[in-house]
Nanobody
Framework: VQLVESGGGLVQPGGSLRLSCAAS????????MSWYRQAPGKERELVAA?????????????NYADSVKGRFSISRDNAKNTVYLQMNSLKPEDTAVYYC????????????WGQGTQVTVSS
């Protein structure tokens, strides 16, 4: 099993980045996928999550931390086994290592984690 994040980097405040997480080794389409982040000296926090869609007749559902609502957007491409995080209007407080995570059930612990990608927002 692998989750490989990419797309991090240095960006100025107000800028945008798109993170990608390529998954392999499990049935991606059946898993809830999420993005977490951890800033220096702070606890890891959930940024955004997207359901698999298979268990909800209405399709995929998304959830966001209050601090990123309206600025970040999570999406997934099950054909490519990839989940994305589009980050707009970035702020210095968004600086953190961003991790991709996968969970097989609607609730419970995340089973798989990526190695993380650094996002730095600074002028």
């Amino acid at each position: 099993v692998q989750l490989v994040e990419s797309g991090g980097g240095l960006v100025q405040p107000g800028g945008s980045l798109r993170l990608s997480c390529a998954a392999s080794g499990f049935t991606f389409s059946n898993y809830v996928m999420s993005w977490y982040r951890q800033a220096p000296g702070k606890e890891r926090e959930l940024v955004a999550a997207i359901t698999s869609g298979s268990e909800i007749s209405a399709g995929e559902m998304t959830n966001y931390a209050d601090s990123v609502k309206g600025r970040f957007s999570i999406s997934r491409d099950n054909a490519k086994n990839t989940v994305y995080l589009q980050m707009n209007s970035l702020k210095p407080e968004d600086t953190a290592v961003y991790y991709c995570a996968a969970r097989g059930g609607a609730v419970g612990p995340y089973e798989y984690w990526g190695q993380g990608t650094q996002v730095t927002v600074s002028s």
